[in-house]
């Protein structure tokens, strides 16, 4: 069944309801735009299921798994000519959304609530200009490693506008 709820009927009116999926899966919409609030075209948008985090392991066994783990998206859209995108397989549940577009920075929205019961806005997704970084990895006698995987993480006590020259770039 879909609800919606908050619904103001008045005899002999006209109430639009917009878009209303009907079915067993749940619809999230949203929009990606670039910096000056234009529309993307052919941005990428994927639906990740929150991981959770095992009580026992601790915070630093969790931020290991999360650095080795490949998630793979429940589903992955492209947006329209708008910039527009919808979910049409996302069953009730938290999901982390990626977006990424080419000279755009990537952006991951996590703790997005789709449920059925809800008539939520749709979401808008603002990419922000890229930076890229280039090297490669070495061992300890300076041999390319192949298919290295590299994990950038942002390190939040660093005041903005004094990152250090490792950040740079990033």
């Known amino acids: 069944p879909v609800i919606v709820e908050g619904v103001n009927v008045r005899p002999a009116a006209v109430t639009d309801l917009g878009d209303v999926w009907i079915g067993k899966n749940v619809v999230l919409r949203g929009r990606v735009i670039d910096p000056q609030g234009r529309p993307l075209a052919k941005a990428a948008v994927a639906a990740y299921a929150n991981l959770r985090a095992n009580a026992g392991q601790g915070m630093v066994g969790y931020l290991v798994d999360q650095s080795l783990a490949v998630p793979r998206a429940e589903e992955e859209v492209s947006t329209d000519d708008e910039g527009w995108f919808r979910f049409l397989a996302l069953a009730d549940g938290t999901y982390a959304l990626v977006a990424k577009h080419p000279g755009y920075g990537m952006r991951q929205q996590n703790d997005v609530v789709v449920s059925a019961r809800s008539a939520a806005s749709p979401l808008t997704i ?27 993480l942002r390190d939040s006590t660093i005041a903005c506008g004094s990152a250090s020259s490792a950040e740079s770039g990033i």
């Open 126 to 152: 603002r990419l922000e200009a890229g930076a890229a970084l280039q090297g490669k990895v070495v061992d300890a006698e300076g041999r390319a490693v192949p298919s290295a995987r590299i994990v950038a």
